[in-house]
Protein backbone atom coordinates (compact mmCIF):
# COMPACT_ATOMS: atom_id res chain seq x y z
CA UNK A 1 0.00 0.00 0.00
CA UNK A 2 1.34 2.88 -1.00
CA UNK A 3 0.34 5.82 2.14
CA UNK A 4 0.68 9.16 -0.56
CA UNK A 5 -1.92 7.77 -2.76
CA UNK A 6 -4.27 6.32 0.04
CA UNK A 7 -3.87 10.43 1.41
CA UNK A 8 -3.88 12.18 -2.21
CA UNK A 9 -7.38 10.19 -2.62
CA UNK A 10 -9.03 11.15 1.06
CA UNK A 11 -8.27 14.42 -0.07
CA UNK A 12 -8.93 14.71 -4.00
CA UNK A 13 -12.79 12.72 -2.80
CA UNK A 14 -13.49 16.42 -1.68
CA UNK A 15 -14.57 18.35 -5.03
CA UNK A 16 -13.41 22.00 -3.49
CA UNK A 17 -9.74 20.45 -2.50
CA UNK A 18 -9.32 18.65 -6.05
CA UNK A 19 -10.36 22.26 -7.24
CA UNK A 20 -7.46 23.70 -5.52
CA UNK A 21 -5.01 20.76 -6.13
CA UNK A 22 -5.34 21.74 -10.24
CA UNK A 23 -5.33 25.83 -9.68
CA UNK A 24 -1.83 24.76 -8.50
CA UNK A 25 -0.93 22.62 -11.34
CA UNK A 26 -2.21 25.41 -13.47
CA UNK A 27 -0.18 27.75 -12.16
CA UNK A 28 3.16 25.78 -12.24
CA UNK A 29 2.24 25.38 -15.75
CA UNK A 30 2.00 29.33 -16.04
CA UNK A 31 4.93 29.76 -14.16
CA UNK A 32 3.51 31.69 -11.47
CA UNK A 33 1.93 34.38 -14.22
CA UNK A 34 -0.59 36.08 -12.09
CA UNK A 35 -2.91 37.10 -15.35
CA UNK A 36 -5.63 33.88 -13.93
CA UNK A 37 -7.06 35.74 -11.04
CA UNK A 38 -9.88 33.17 -10.43
CA UNK A 39 -7.62 30.55 -9.11
CA UNK A 40 -6.22 32.92 -6.72
CA UNK A 41 -6.81 29.83 -4.58
CA UNK A 42 -4.69 26.72 -4.28
CA UNK A 43 -2.97 23.73 -2.68
CA UNK A 44 0.29 22.19 -2.87
CA UNK A 45 1.36 19.16 -1.13
CA UNK A 46 5.30 18.12 -0.73
CA UNK A 47 5.97 14.76 0.79
CA UNK A 48 9.00 13.40 2.74
CA UNK A 49 10.07 10.30 4.01
CA UNK A 50 10.42 10.71 8.21
CA UNK A 51 13.51 10.05 9.35
CA UNK A 52 12.54 10.74 13.09
CA UNK A 53 13.58 8.00 15.35
CA UNK A 54 10.29 8.46 16.93
CA UNK A 55 8.24 8.06 13.71
CA UNK A 56 6.18 4.87 13.34
CA UNK A 57 7.66 2.32 10.72
CA UNK A 58 6.63 3.79 7.01
CA UNK A 59 5.61 6.69 7.89
CA UNK A 60 5.54 10.62 5.93
CA UNK A 61 5.88 13.76 6.09
CA UNK A 62 2.90 15.69 4.32
CA UNK A 63 3.28 19.79 3.92
CA UNK A 64 0.45 21.09 2.17
CA UNK A 65 0.95 24.93 1.92
CA UNK A 66 -2.65 26.94 0.95
CA UNK A 67 -2.85 29.65 -1.17
CA UNK A 68 -5.24 33.07 -1.23
CA UNK A 69 -5.07 36.18 -2.89
CA UNK A 70 -3.04 38.84 -0.98
CA UNK A 71 -5.34 41.45 -2.56
CA UNK A 72 -8.81 39.47 -1.17
CA UNK A 73 -9.66 40.73 2.31
CA UNK A 74 -11.82 37.45 3.13
CA UNK A 75 -8.09 35.49 2.28
CA UNK A 76 -7.61 34.52 6.03
CA UNK A 77 -11.00 33.39 6.21
CA UNK A 78 -10.31 31.63 3.15
CA UNK A 79 -7.27 29.57 4.21
CA UNK A 80 -9.29 28.80 7.56
CA UNK A 81 -11.94 27.10 5.27
CA UNK A 82 -9.74 25.11 2.84
CA UNK A 83 -7.26 24.25 6.11
CA UNK A 84 -10.14 22.51 7.68
CA UNK A 85 -11.31 21.21 4.53
CA UNK A 86 -7.87 19.32 4.49
CA UNK A 87 -7.99 18.24 8.16
CA UNK A 88 -11.34 16.71 7.76
CA UNK A 89 -10.40 14.77 4.47
CA UNK A 90 -7.35 13.64 6.09
CA UNK A 91 -8.82 12.65 9.29
CA UNK A 92 -11.90 11.07 8.03
CA UNK A 93 -12.31 6.90 9.34
CA UNK A 94 -14.20 4.75 7.26
CA UNK A 95 -14.92 1.27 8.73
CA UNK A 96 -11.10 -0.15 7.68
CA UNK A 97 -9.03 2.81 7.65
CA UNK A 98 -5.31 2.10 6.26
CA UNK A 99 -3.44 4.99 7.75
CA UNK A 100 -3.42 8.12 10.56
CA UNK A 101 -2.87 11.46 9.91
CA UNK A 102 -1.75 13.62 12.37
CA UNK A 103 -0.97 17.62 12.04
CA UNK A 104 2.44 18.35 13.64
CA UNK A 105 2.58 22.00 12.73
CA UNK A 106 0.60 25.16 11.79
CA UNK A 107 1.74 27.87 10.28
CA UNK A 108 0.13 31.33 10.55
CA UNK A 109 -0.62 33.29 7.32
CA UNK A 110 2.90 34.63 5.21
CA UNK A 111 3.25 36.24 2.18
CA UNK A 112 4.47 34.50 -0.79
CA UNK A 113 5.66 36.95 -3.35
CA UNK A 114 6.18 34.35 -6.13
CA UNK A 115 2.14 33.96 -6.49
CA UNK A 116 1.31 37.43 -5.18
CA UNK A 117 -0.74 35.16 -2.42
CA UNK A 118 -0.80 34.66 1.35
CA UNK A 119 0.11 31.13 2.64
CA UNK A 120 -0.51 28.91 5.43
CA UNK A 121 1.51 25.78 6.23
CA UNK A 122 0.55 22.42 7.85
CA UNK A 123 2.78 19.78 8.15
CA UNK A 124 1.11 16.66 8.52
CA UNK A 125 2.49 12.74 9.72
CA UNK A 126 1.07 10.08 7.66
CA UNK A 127 1.63 6.53 8.67
CA UNK A 128 0.24 2.95 7.81
CA UNK A 129 -2.19 1.59 10.14
CA UNK A 130 -0.66 -1.28 11.87
CA UNK A 131 -2.67 -4.45 11.19
CA UNK A 132 -1.45 -6.88 14.09
CA UNK A 133 -2.57 -10.65 12.66
CA UNK A 134 -4.63 -12.20 14.97
CA UNK A 135 -2.95 -15.16 17.01
CA UNK A 136 -3.93 -18.18 16.42
CA UNK A 137 -5.93 -20.13 19.62
CA UNK A 138 -3.74 -22.98 20.36
CA UNK A 139 -5.05 -26.24 19.40
CA UNK A 140 -6.61 -28.15 22.61
CA UNK A 141 -7.09 -32.02 22.06
CA UNK A 142 -9.32 -33.61 24.17
CA UNK A 143 -7.84 -36.76 24.87
CA UNK A 144 -9.33 -39.97 23.85
CA UNK A 145 -8.55 -44.03 23.45
CA UNK A 146 -9.37 -45.59 20.65
CA UNK A 147 -9.69 -49.78 20.33
CA UNK A 148 -10.06 -51.42 17.34
CA UNK A 149 -12.75 -53.85 17.20
CA UNK A 150 -12.26 -57.68 17.27
CA UNK A 151 -12.60 -57.37 13.37
CA UNK A 152 -10.90 -54.77 12.81
CA UNK A 153 -13.69 -53.07 10.96
CA UNK A 154 -13.69 -50.08 12.46
CA UNK A 155 -12.65 -47.96 15.28
CA UNK A 156 -14.35 -47.93 19.38
CA UNK A 157 -14.53 -44.18 20.68
CA UNK A 158 -15.81 -44.44 24.32
CA UNK A 159 -19.12 -42.40 24.48
CA UNK A 160 -19.41 -42.62 20.70
CA UNK A 161 -19.36 -45.97 19.70
CA UNK A 162 -18.11 -47.41 16.51
CA UNK A 163 -16.63 -45.41 13.60
CA UNK A 164 -16.19 -46.77 10.60
CA UNK A 165 -12.91 -46.33 8.26
CA UNK A 166 -14.27 -47.17 4.73
Not at 63 to 70: G, K, M, P
Not at 105 to 125: H, I, K
Request: proline residues 5%.
Amino acid sequence: MDIRIVAFNLIARDATLRTLLANYARRLEADGALDDRAASCFVSLRWKVDERTSAPAGSELLTLQVHASRTDSRSLAQLDRVLQRLRAALTTVGPNPCITARCLTMSGAVADSRFDTLVRTSTWRIAPVRTQPEAAAPTGLVPWSVWSEAGGSGLLVPGIGALSMN
